[in-house]
């Protein structure tokens, strides 16, 4: 359903991405009639909530598709612009996704069910998603505030891909040594010297590197690091691991909320050593 940003190429000569913009809009505000009826359905029948579902994944996958070829008519020329704006569109996938599922086991309870309350929080993060997209689709041509939106944006998910870390399992499909975790340690990195250098040097083109960079880095070893727990040799061991995934992710958004404020107010002298030492 995604490219893969720097192979997307304009179809069209002279393709821009006002061309594209439009369409994008328009779909995502499609998407957010169908993610209403999605809501709406809890309260419905399972064949209302079937087609309600079935909806809302055809127009996310319409979706996709058009930021695809907005993301092209950036040019290849501009990887950093097309991962930005493929992760937006991914963010909003995911999202999907999960409200999905929150609805389907909502179906038929009452209102003070857990999975009432689940729904609610499902669709305001669905709803965040969108609205990151939308800021996304706005910023991305203007070279003064993209990598700005690029890093807002990764702040978002990193606290979204948290929360998931702490409440949701993932499904193993290969066993995880400590080797695979060490692995992790290199891009983590190598994405806090990106972010260091993106806080010293303000530049958008730093910035966005250090958001895109730093967002795969963190969620590579969320990932992992979940995967890891599963095949603990002990409790005392699997707890280690998953606190050191969650410290480390944590602390790393932390230096990114940092560079965010420093960004905006280059004057501004906070704890990024102190941060980029906990990472």
């Known amino acids: ?21 439009e369409n994008i809009l328009k779909t995502a505000k499609a998407l957010v009639e169908d993610t209403k009826t999605l809501v709406a359905g809890a309260a419905s029948s399972q064949e209302q909530l079937a087609v309600a579902a079935q909806n809302a994944v055809a127009t996310i996958i319409q979706l996709a598709e058009v930021v695809k070829y907005g993301a092209a008519s ?4 501009n990887p950093e612009a097309q991962v930005m704006l493929i992760n937006a569109v991914k963010d909003v996938a995911s999202a999907l996704g999960d409200l999905i599922q929150a609805t389907k086991s909502a179906s038929g309870k009452s209102t003070h069910d857990p999975a009432m309350l689940y729904l609610k929080d499902s669709a305001k993060v669905m709803v965040t998603n969108v609205t990151s997209l939308l800021k996304t689709v706005k910023a991305v041509e203007d070279e003064h505030t993209r990598g700005t939106r690029a890093l807002e944006s990764t702040i978002e998910a990193i606290g979204q891909e948290i929360r998931a870390y702490d409440t949701v399992d993932i499904t193993v499909t290969k066993k995880v040594t400590h080797e695979d975790l060490l692995r992790c340690t290199k891009p983590i990195t190598l994405a806090t010297a990106k972010a260091v250098a993106a806080g010293n040097s303000c530049k958008q083109d730093d910035v966005i590197v250090a958001a895109n960079m730093g967002r795969k880095a963190i969620f590579d070893l969320l990932t992992t690091s979940k995967a890891a727990s599963y095949t603990a040799e002990t409790e005392e ?26 960004v905006q107010r280059p004057t501004a002298e906070i704890g990024r050593a102190s941060c980029r030492e906990r990472v």
Do not use: P, Q, W
């Open 1 to 21: 359903m995604f490219a893969t940003a720097g192979t997307l190429h304009a179809e069209n000569e002279g393709d821009t991405f006002a061309d594209h913009r």
């Open 237 to 262: 061991v699997r707890r280690k691991v998953l606190e050191s995934g969650r410290d480390c992710s944590y602390h790393f958004r932390e230096l990114l909320t940092n560079v965010h404020v420093i």
């Open 74 to 77: 950036l040019g290849s020329n």
